[in-house]
């Protein structure tokens, strides 16, 4: 992990860079002159001149930084992530083996009729029931995540993107959050740790879906 960060890191040190990490700016003015940006880190607040300021930040973050109105309405993040870490991949019913089956991205309730109704309960300020999502095994890919002892014992992370959970939902609401994950949860683990449970098993389709 890290290995393309690492890789533009020493480009931009043998180019001559002086890179600066755990700063936060505060403010860039800009004028035909030139440029300086503030910037505080643990030690202080610093300033920097220079010809130009290259931004990698969302347009509404830079207009701040430049002390304007926005030009674009401000983003909302529309997903609730859950990030879990695991003793071993869960088993699936039908026996397919799970490295194979978590090597791809597993649908969770992300038809088109279930996308549908989900965004239509978020737009009316609604949590989706059932709420759609995504499950990703991120360590089969790279075991470099975990750490030694523990890629060794067989752990695995997974990671859930819930779709369509507007952050306004949560906004004001205490409980949504912890509402949204139950939700998650009841969709895909409970079924996962009881193999004997009488609810109805999770089906994989041909798109590694399950209702
Ligand atoms: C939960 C989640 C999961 C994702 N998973 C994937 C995936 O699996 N695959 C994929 O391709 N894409 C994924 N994406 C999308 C991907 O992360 C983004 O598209 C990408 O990171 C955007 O890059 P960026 O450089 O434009 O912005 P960012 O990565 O957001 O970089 C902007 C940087 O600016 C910094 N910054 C902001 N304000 C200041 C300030 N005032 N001072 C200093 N620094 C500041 C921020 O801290 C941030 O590091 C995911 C996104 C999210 C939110």
Redesign the pocket.
Known sequence: MGAVTDALLTAALSAGADVRTE????AVEADEAGTQTT?TTHDGEHSVDSRLVLS???PA?LDD?LGRAPATPRPA?S?L?LNLLVRRLPRWRSGVNPRQAFAGTVHVAEDFSQLEAAYGAAAGGRLPDPMPGEL?CHTLTDPSILAPDLAEQGYQTLTY?GVHTPAGLFANDGTASEQAVDRALARWTLTWRSRSATASPPTPTAGRAWR
Do not use: D, H, I, M
């Open positions: 700063a936060q700016v505060t910037y990698g930040v969302a973050v930084l993040g997903q992530k990703y993107f």
